[in-house]
Antibody, heavy 121, light 107 residues
Framework: QVQLQESGPGLVKPSQTLSLTCTVAGGSISGDSYYWSWIRQPAGKGLEWIGR???????NYNPSLKTRVTISLDTSKNQFSLRLSSVTAADTAVYYC?????????????WGQGTLVTVSS | DIQMTQSPSSLSASVGDRVTITCRASQSISTFLNWYQQKPGKAPKLLMY???SLQSGVPSRFSGSGSGTDFILTIGSLQPEDFATYYC?????????FGPGTKVDIK
């Protein structure tokens, strides 16, 4: 059973960089059938896809965040990470990491429990 | 970007009711459409993929249909554990996008 767990600061000051890590257990992050992804959800609102990374290190980002986002892999630790720069209050949200299974369709089949990040001084 | 819309945005139903939720894409996405269920304080859970395929472990009262731009999620007989918010999501192209959600609550 694959499990994902987000970790990182719950409070970030405006203009600073939000950094989160997702640790994957029960499966290798190096498998070639998956992307690894970040999604966020402001309180009471819907889901916004942030971006994804493939085992090769290639990335795709949401154009709405592309200039501020970096997703990276650390295969030695079976982790992947999110960095979001120049944050504002609008970046306050629950951040989820998830696995995307690449099959006939790309599906978010495993999710972390989510971590709340608040942007405030 | 492909925009996803859902209707209704919320609905009230009783246990045993048949419930249908509609999702529409701003352009054709073939059958690259997935459905998720989210309960308060929890991560979304995959229900259906490729428009009509049931994810392993999901009860058979859930079904999906559609192709192109119009899709439907049906709950055949609503159970107490089905009260939640439902999201559709397209995987046809990046950026991957979700619908705004449909909240199903108790009548």
């Amino acid at each position: 059973q694959v499990q994902l767990q987000e970790s990182g600061p719950g409070l970030v000051k405006p203009s600073q960089t939000l950094s989160l890590t997702c640790t994957v257990a029960g499966g290798s992050i190096s498998g070639d059938s998956y992307y690894w992804s970040w999604i966020r959800q402001p309180a009471g609102k819907g889901l916004e896809w942030i971006g994804r990374i493939y085992t090769s290190g290639s990335t795709n980002y949401n154009p709405s965040l592309k200039t501020r986002v970096t997703i990276s892999l650390d295969t030695s630790k079976n982790q992947f990470s999110l960095r979001l720069s120049s944050v504002t209050a609008a970046d306050t949200a629950v951040y989820y990491c998830a696995r995307i299974q690449i099959a006939a369709a790309e599906i978010f089949d495993y999710w972390g429990q989510g971590t709340l990040v608040t942007v405030s001084s | 970007d492909i925009q996803m819309t859902q209707s209704p945005s919320s609905l009230s139903a009783s246990v045993g009711d048949r419930v249908t939720i509609t999702c529409r894409a701003s352009q054709s996405i073939s059958t690259f459409l997935n459905w998720y269920q989210q309960k308060p304080g929890k991560a979304p859970k995959l229900l259906m993929y490729a428009a009509s395929s049931l994810q392993s472990g999901v009860p058979s009262r859930f079904s999906g249909s559609g192709s192109g731009t119009d899709f439907i999620l049906t709950i055949g007989s609503l159970q107490p554990e089905d009260f939640a918010t439902y999201y559709c999501q397209q995987s046809y192209s990046t950026p991957l996008t979700f619908g705004p959600g449909t909240k199903v609550d108790i009548k």
